[in-house]
């Protein structure tokens, strides 16, 4: 099996129905070639990664919530620059809210992600793949996925964002981009209005935000909605 040539192929499947190439037809390809339930891209922004596309609204879901928790294996395996295969055990004992919301939120019950890599071995974006079972480590072979299928996902995502930087006005955005970074938006918009109001750093702005959403059960974006539209004050979080 040439993993490389199937991914490839796939992709091409992929694009004939859809507006071209996007993180959500890499998503979708991924699925195709591997056994998992699901998958999704992100890429990292400072300290808040960007999901930029699932192969299902329930993939983006799980995608959005490493996001607003700021823990998982996503995040882990870009500081260690290595996959991270996380099993149900794993998930709750190492991250236990991450672990507690996936359970709740989605169906899905064990994560791999794998790094991705500029050529000169800078990460700057992850392939999360999603399993509704408790053993994704027991039937993924990450080495291969690593060596065959990373690169490819790398260049193609690579492609995807050259069209994000090549344009210069808003309304040239490519519409997967600009749905990906709306609501994003919002939450530096939320953490910004922290910064001042408290003269705080942004880090510890954006865990106060977190740490508001999960307490009332809530997304980072769903909160930073209600901020920046004012059906939540920010003397609220503070009480």
Do not use: N
């Not at 329930?58 to 996503?74: D, F, R, Y």
């Not at 996925?145 to 490519?174: E, Q, R, Y």
């Amino acid at each position: 099996m040439d993993l490389t040539a199937d991914l490839l192929q796939s992709v091409s499947h992929r694009m004939r129905g859809s507006t071209g190439l996007t993180p959500a037809v890499l998503a979708q390809a991924a699925v195709d070639l591997l056994p998992v339930d699901a998958a999704g891209l992100s890429t990292l922004l400072e300290i808040l990664r960007l999901p930029l596309g699932g192969s299902s609204a329930t993939a983006s879901t799980a995608e959005e919530l490493q996001t607003s928790i700021g823990e998982g294996p996503c995040l882990a395996a870009a500081v260690a620059k290595a996959a991270c295969v996380a099993d149900l055990a794993e998930l709750t004992h190492r991250w236990p809210v991450y672990g507690e919301e996936l359970v709740k939120r989605t169906p899905f019950r064990s994560v791999a992600s794998i790094p991705l890599s500029t050529p000169d071995g800078e990460v700057f974006a992850a392939l999360d793949l999603y399993a509704e079972d408790e053993y994704l480590s027991r039937r993924l072979d990450v080495a291969a996925i690593t060596d065959h299928v990373a690169g490819p996902v790398s260049a193609l995502l690579s492609i995807c964002m050259a069209d994000v930087h090549d344009v210069d006005l808003d309304d040239a955005m490519p519409d997967w981009y600009r749905v990906a970074t709306s609501r994003r938006h919002h939450v530096w918009v939320a953490t910004g209005m922290l910064v001042g109001r408290r003269r705080q750093a942004t880090r510890d702005a954006l865990a106060l935000l977190r740490a508001h959403a999960y307490s009332l059960d809530v997304t980072l974006d769903e909160l930073a909605d209600d901020l920046v539209a004012g059906r939540t004050t920010l003397d609220e979080l503070e009480q």
